[in-house]
């Protein structure tokens, strides 16, 4: 059955353009071509850049992080409390006041005790900012390695400047090492997210994250397997180069470095709409839906390339309009209210004790997708 399936799944017309056959793409007289086989040495990559992030987060990010500042926050201990306990874990962290009254009944505590045993033991779990900062570290410093590496491969490819170069002879395409490194390292490194979800920092768009980095591990699959590797290294270059500045805006947030942040939210909102808006949908797009079609007749994975990447750009109009509102307010709101995923919290318990809320609150944060969760709002800086 299982032979069944695979001859089934790997048959020509869904793959190929008509009258093109496996065969074809057999490496011959020096020229190699992609191979489906190819994908399975991401795995182990994959597992080489978790090690190479764990030293690196021992040796790079937890010093760096130290120069800036930032330090692991002693978290204040809870008082062992059964009846709390039991409730913190199976029912709900955040007990509302009916709860309170009830739990300050059983347990013989005051109202007041109640919350602040909630607030403090949802404060052990809490990632401290170190751990932010080193996940932050690590993503900018792969997207920056991977967007120099992307524009050094490309900058001498004539269909990097010339779109009709991209379609010219394929499939019969040979594959260039730079290609195959680009494109091996991008899907290792997804992943290498994936095989570290378990220990990273868990946020409320937890499963959201998963699911982009299964889809951008089946988007590159797919592209790879069906030799659609010119107009895959051009999507993936217009993907990183806004990445690195929003990654850079993360670390300078995490530092404490409000101005520097804010400046590094707008250049990444300038370089997200010109990628992702402008040369994504004018220049990709009209890339692998337009120009194919003066060299051959639509197939199946002429139509499944383009079904993914028209999702992906809706994505990025979804991606553009929550940045719009937040450039609306940052441009036009003083007093702005703190939105954050619960794991973004952090110390804002503690604080709740000591300041009010309001005016003092200068970080908006929102999901953005892959990782996506810096919005800066400018009204103060270091």
């Keep these: 059955m299982f032979q069944t399936f695979q001859d089934w799944f790997w048959l020509e017309r869904f793959w190929l353009p008509p009258t093109i056959k496996w065969s074809d793409l057999e490496d011959h007289d020096g020229l190699v071509f992609v191979k489906p086989s190819h994908l399975y040495m991401t795995i182990p990559y994959a597992l080489g850049l978790v090690v190479i992030r764990h030293f690196f987060n021992k040796f790079v ?16 201990s809870v008082i062992p409390n059964t009846v709390l306990e039991n409730f913190f874990k199976c029912s709900t962290r955040h007990p509302s006041q009916t709860d309170i009254y009830g739990l300050a009944k059983k347990c013989n505590l005051t109202e007041r005790q109640v919350e602040r045993w909630f ?9 401290c900012r170190v751990k932010k900062f080193q996940e932050a570290c690590w993503r900018f410093i792969f997207y920056l390695i991977m967007t120099v590496a992307g524009i050094a491969f490309l900058y001498d490819k004539p269909w990097a400047y010339n ?4 379609w010219n002879g394929y499939p019969k395409q040979p594959l260039l090492s730079s290609q195959y490194w680009y494109y091996i390292l991008e899907m290792s490194f997804y992943w290498s997210l994936l095989f570290s979800v378990g220990s990273d920092i868990k ?24 030799n659609y590797i010119r107009s895959g290294t051009l999507v993936m270059i217009v993907h990183d180069v806004a990445d690195i500045w929003l990654e850079s805006a993360k670390l300078f947030y995490y530092a404490g470095w409000r101005q ?23 220049w ?6 337009i120009l194919p079609l003066y060299y051959l007749e639509p197939f199946f994975s002429y139509i499944f390339l383009n079904l993914q990447l028209m999702v992906l750009q809706a994505l990025h109009l979804y991606w553009c309009f929550f940045i719009l509102k937040i450039l609306k307010r940052f441009m036009f709101t003083t007093d702005i209210h703190d939105v954050r995923s619960d794991d ?13 809320k309001g005016k003092d609150i200068d970080y ?8 996506r969760n810096l919005i800066p709002n400018g009204q103060h800086g270091r």
């Design 344 to 356: 973004e919290e952090e110390e804002e318990d503690e604080e709740e004790e000591e300041a009010p």
């Design 119 to 127: 607030r403090s033991r949802r404060n052990q779990e809490r990632p």
């Design 260 to 282: 520097t942040c804010n400046f590094l939210f707008l250049v990444f909102s300038a370089i997200f709409f010109i990628s992702r808006l402008i040369v994504f949908p004018f």
């Design 61 to 76: 990010a937890t010093p760096l992080a130290k120069a800036f500042g930032i330090t692991k926050m002693t978290r204040r």
């Design 203 to 226: 946020r409320k768009d937890h499963l959201a994250h998963v699911i982009h980095h299964l889809a951008a591990i089946s988007l590159m699959s797919f592209s790879w397997c069906a």
């Design 163 to 166: 779109l009709w170069e991209v």
């Design 364 to 371: 908006l944060k929102h999901s953005l997708g892959t990782d």
């Design 284 to 289: 990709i797009l009209y890339c692998t839906m």
